[in-house]
């Protein structure tokens, strides 16, 4: 697969040596505070994720979020993931899921950027209909980011989740292929 081009940053396949950065970031609390991921990571566990990933359609698979480091506009660093996973062949929908594992690159606008990016991958070259995803209520920087990208609130799941001792409301969001071109009408005027 080419590599996915953003304005700011880049989009490529994972490869099996990034497995020690993902299990930097899978491992660190602050970064799966609002994700499903609950329990503590090691190698063996990780490398049992990624084999089971590779052998997924490779439109499933995990990719990997690059940007520049700060003033050195030669060099990328990965800072994150993102995936479509699982695709629905009939309707062509998809679920998205996005963790940026450096905290150092928040709130930076690349959680934006990248949604937006897969949006060109996933209408364009997929032929995806519709790009959705569940974020939970706790979190309203994600929440920000994707209603930035132009995601629209669909419905709450109640309670859905537990974490941090609590039942957690999960908002479902969607962005549809019609919704896509409409933005872009937008952005050409
Ligand atoms: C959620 C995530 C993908 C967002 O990416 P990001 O690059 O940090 O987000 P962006 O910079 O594009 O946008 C963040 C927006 O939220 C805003 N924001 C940050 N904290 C906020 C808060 N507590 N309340 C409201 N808005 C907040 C930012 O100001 C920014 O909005 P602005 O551009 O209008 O100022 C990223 O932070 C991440 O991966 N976090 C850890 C894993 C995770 O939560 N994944 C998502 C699971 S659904």
Do not use: C
């Not at 989009?11 to 993902?22: G, K, M, N, V, Y």
């Not at 609390?29 to 566990?45: F, R």
């Not at 209603?147 to 609130?153: D, H, L």
């Amino acid at each position: 697969m080419p590599y996915l081009y953003g304005h700011n940053l880049r989009i490529r396949a994972s490869e099996r040596t990034d497995i020690p950065l993902f299990l930097r970031w899978i491992n660190d609390p602050d970064v799966v505070s609002n994700l499903e991921t609950y329990a503590p990571m090691g190698i063996e566990e990780e490398e049992a994720w990624f084999t089971a990933m590779k052998s997924r359609p490779i439109d499933e698979h995990n990719l990997v979020i690059e940007v520049h480091p700060d003033g050195q506009d030669q060099e990328w660093v990965a800072i994150g993931n993102i995936s479509f996973f699982p695709i629905d062949q009939i309707a062509r929908s998809v679920e998205i899921g996005i963790m940026i594992g450096e905290k150092d690159y928040w709130n930076k606008g690349y959680g934006t950027e990248a949604m937006r990016t897969m949006y060109r991958y996933g209408f364009e070259v997929l032929n995806l209909n519709r790009i959705w995803l569940r974020v939970y209520d706790t979190n309203p920087r994600a929440k920000r980011a994707y209603e930035k990208a132009g995601f629209v609130y669909e419905g709450t799941m109640r309670q859905a989740f537990y974490k941090h001792g609590q039942y957690i409301d999960a908002h479902v969001m969607s962005i549809l292929k019609s919704d896509w071109i409409e933005s872009r009408k937008d952005v050409a005027h």
